[in-house]
């Protein structure tokens, strides 16, 4: 994912400092992040795609694109119950939430 220049941006989510509500991990298919992000939120789920600028040569220009950050993965703020589990999962691309065995929550910093 080398470029040629860079910076960090915002993917679309809304960060919000609730701290009673976790973060989860979704892995998604490869270069499905925008689709599945767009999907969860169509669904009203707050999803997190950290995503950097790069610039990349295209037909000898240089042009600014931006990347999701970690690839094939996005965040969600939500309390994962049984049907919103469902939710997640059924959506097109979304691989699964990471976890051993069941979900788990990112640790607090």
């Known amino acids: 994912m080398a470029g040629l220049g860079g910076g960090l ?9 609730d701290d009673a509500i976790p973060w989860y991990v979704i892995q998604t298919h490869c270069r499905t ?3 599945v992000q767009m999907a969860l939120q169509r ?7 950290p995503q ?10 240089k042009v600014q694109v931006n990347l999701p950050l970690f690839q094939s993965y996005l965040f969600v703020h939500a309390e994962i119950n049984a049907t919103v589990f469902h939710q997640i999962i059924k959506v097109e691309g ?3 939430l990471l976890g051993n065995g069941a979900p788990a ?3 607090p910093e």
């Open 105 to 107: 929550p990112l640790a």
């Open 52 to 61: 950097v600028s790069v610039l990349r040569m295209r037909r000898r220009h």
């Open 9 to 17: 941006t915002h993917g679309g989510g809304i960060i919000t400092g």
């Open 94 to 96: 979304v691989v699964r």
């Open 43 to 49: 669904k009203g789920l707050e999803v997190f795609c």
């Open 33 to 35: 992040e925008n689709r």
